[in-house]
């Protein structure tokens, strides 16, 4: 699975929220947002609670990460979807499965064993292990959290710390 890039594929724990669909969504302006997450598509309830999270004229695709990787249909144009995914585990897992990235790491608020890179952007050690193996890999990754803040490329966390 390679093509084209995603307007933005980005981690963020909240997935589908104010600061993805209106601080990104103004600048992006995309047709479609595409939410890959295990537990939200076994709960038709919570998949109805971001469709209504999301903009006007835009549509909502709430898959697994399987079915993401092997869809029953075709998936909407990267170049006009925003790909939200709520870890970098699963992130990882795309990414490795040939979704193209950059990746943005953009909203992984504190939790347990985390520690802060920025405001926005906490790490456990696990996941510090899986963004340098990402990196190390090739993949691009980089942290912001709204389109008119500063970027900072993943070299930038590991200088000095790791």
């Known amino acids: 699975m390679s093509g084209s890039p995603y307007r933005l594929f980005r981690v963020d724990d909240r997935l589908l929220h104010g600061q993805v669909?209106?601080?990104?969504?103004?600048?992006l302006r995309p047709r479609h947002y595409i939410v890959v997450d295990e537990a939200i598509s076994r709960d038709p309830q919570a998949a109805a609670f971001y469709?209504?999270?999301?903009?006007?004229d835009t549509s909502v695709l709430v898959l697994s990460p399987a079915q993401f990787l092997q869809p029953a249909g075709p998936l909407p144009d990267p170049r006009q979807s925003v790909l939200l995914v709520r870890s970098i585990a699963v992130a990882a897992l795309l990414l490795r499965s040939g979704v193209p990235g950059p990746l943005n790491l953009g909203g992984m608020h504190a939790h347990a064993g985390a520690r802060e890179i920025y405001p926005f952007?906490?790490?456990?050690?696990?996941?510090?292990?899986?963004?340098?193996a990402l990196a190390s890999e090739g993949?691009?990754?980089?942290a912001q959290?709204?389109?008119?803040?500063?970027?900072?490329e993943s070299a930038e966390w590991f200088r000095g710390g790791r």
């Open 145 to 152: 959290d709204l389109p008119q803040n500063p970027r900072h």
């Open 21 to 27: 669909a209106l601080g990104w969504g103004r600048v």
């Open 139 to 142: 993949f691009e990754l980089f």
């Open 51 to 56: 469709e209504l999270a999301a903009p006007e």
């Open 121 to 132: 952007f906490f790490l456990n050690p696990e996941e510090e292990d899986l963004a340098a």
